[in-house]
């Protein structure tokens, strides 16, 4: 995969990945709501909210068989819905998993 900043991100243009990362731009307000608070359930909401976004987002933008640009764009979304899932579930004290 190419560095992110070489990756062309305004090709992700589908609805499902729009949604996935309008999702993904909540998780600072939501970990400083959180913060402020001092409620948890915050990041729980978000976690599983980006999971669905995630899970609908897999359903229909295939990486294997796309142009290598778009393969690219959404490889590049689906590892940061991966780290910001990942660190939401630290921030809530569970370890996520690295392979299923």
Known sequence: ??????????????????????????????????QQQLEPVNIVTFALDLSHAISSAIEKLWVIGQSPEVAAARVALYSAARIALGNALRVIGLTPLERM
């Open 1 to 34: 995969m190419p560095p992110i900043d070489q990756v062309d991100l305004s090709l992700l243009q589908e609805p499902e990945a729009i949604f996935l990362c309008e999702t993904l731009g909540r998780y600072p307000s939501v970990v400083a709501l959180a």
